[in-house]
T-cell receptor
Framework: DSGVTQTPKHLITATGQRVTLRCSPR?????VYWYQQSLDQGLQFLIQ???????AKGNILERFSAQQFPDLHSELNLSSLELGDSALYFC??????????????FGPGTRLLVL | QKEVEQDPGPLSVPEGAIVSLNCTYS??????FMWYRQYSRKGPELLMY????GNKEDGRFTAQVDKSSKYISLFIRDSQPSDSATYLC???????????FGAGTRLTVKP
């Protein structure tokens, strides 16, 4: 168990809808990362928050947004969902800003299915 | 061409075999190289981390980086059924937030 929790584990929704995925980092970790894992694109970095502030953006669509709250948990909001958004969404956390070599701990993921 | 290429397998070996997993990459600026292990229905977990070229050993696992060939490898000695998982290579320029992942190789170790 990595200490990172994600809810819900599974989510089934329809195209055009909006969903919110939640992540609680390991105790003491200040950075939260969001990743998308799909069969065709593999594991892709979406966005990183550090101590409440956005730190880095990856391949995140404009329809997607995230935030990190004062208690350091994070939410990923996905809107105007399309079939292609069906994927596993992972949250990871690390102790500080995520410099090279700083271990990231991944949560168990949320499996999203858009019908 | 993808930035990181990894044969997705699947790869099936008998228990006790030596396993070799490989990735190639195109961006010569990558400096940090990682291997993650992902069990079915779980998140990836960091297995090995290497900076620049060279070898690193940790128990039954050895990671090799050849920057001149843009090629990295993970060797698993005396493989066990518990090693059955998908292995993802990853590499970055500077930080965790610029990592590029391979597609993952699915490994099965048969008792």
């Amino acid at each position: 168990d990595s200490g990172v929790t994600q809810t819900p584990k599974h989510l089934i929704t329809a195209t055009g809808q909006r969903v919110t995925l939640r992540c609680s980092p390991r105790s003491g970790d200040l950075s939260v990362y969001w990743y998308q894992q799909s069969l065709d694109q593999g594991l892709q970095f979406l966005i990183q928050y550090y101590n409440g502030e956005e730190r880095a953006k990856g391949n995140i669509l404009e329809r997607f947004s995230a935030q990190q709250f004062p208690d350091l948990h994070s939410e990923l909001n996905l809107s105007s969902l399309e079939l292609g958004d069906s994927a596993l969404y992972f949250c990871a956390s690390s102790l500080y800003t995520g410099g090279a070599g700083e271990t990231q701990y991944f949560g168990p993921g949320t499996r999203l299915l858009v019908l | 061409q993808k930035e990181v290429e990894q044969d997705p397998g699947p790869l099936s070996v008998p228990e006790g075999a030596i396993v070799s997993l490989n990735c190639t990459y195109s961006n010569s600026a990558f400096q940090y190289f990682m291997w993650y292990r992902q069990y079915s229905r779980k998140g990836p977990e960091l297995l090995m981390y290497t900076y620049s070229s060279g070898n690193k050993e940790d128990g039954r696992f050895t990671a090799q980086v050849d920057k001149s060939s843009k090629y990295i490898s993970l060797f698993i000695r005396d493989s066990q059924p518990s090693d059955s998982a998908t292995y993802l290579c990853a590499m970055s320029l500077y930080n965790n937030n610029d990592m590029r992942f391979g597609a993952g190789t699915r490994l099965t170790v048969k008792p």
